[in-house]
């Protein structure tokens, strides 16, 4: 019922900062539970962060205090800002959508819709 796509991947230094943005289209993203979620290399895919309809988080240890999660209602957009970047933060980062409380847990199983995907890389 909705399609995601991101965009704002690029690359950055290390300490640097980017915003991606997940446009999402023919639903209201307001419907969902909403999260972000990435692959590393060599890794299997991995929660980043999440938002629920009240705009409580839910983040990844590994991200906490570095990352926010942010939607934006009106522009039916949801935002990952990502600050002090570490090169172990490259990988190919994902927005997602689904109707299950178990997502923001950041449970891959209760994601419903996914973006294509957008490389983030940072250097050292």
């Known amino acids: 019922q909705v399609q995601l796509v991101e965009s704002g991947g690029g690359s950055v230094q290390s300490g640097g900062s980017l915003r991606l943005s997940c446009a999402a289209s023919?639903?209201?993203?307001?419907?969902?539970?909403l999260g972000w979620f990435r692959q590393v290399p060599g890794k299997k895919r991995a929660g980043v962060a999440a938002?629920?309809?009240?705009?409580?988080?839910n983040y990844a240890g590994s991200v906490e205090g570095r990352f926010t999660i942010s939607r934006d209602n009106a522009k039916n957009t949801l935002y990952l800002t990502m600050n002090k970047l570490q090169p172990q933060d490259t990988g190919i980062y994902y927005c997602?959508?689904?109707?299950?409380?178990?997502?923001?847990?950041?449970?891959?199983?209760?994601?419903?819709?996914w973006g294509p995907g957008t490389q983030v890389t940072v250097s050292s």
């Open positions: 938002i629920d309809f009240g705009a409580g988080t």
């Open positions: 997602a959508a689904g109707s299950r409380l178990l997502l923001h847990r950041l449970a891959e199983s209760a994601v419903n819709y």
């Open positions: 023919g639903y209201g993203i307001e419907y969902y539970y």
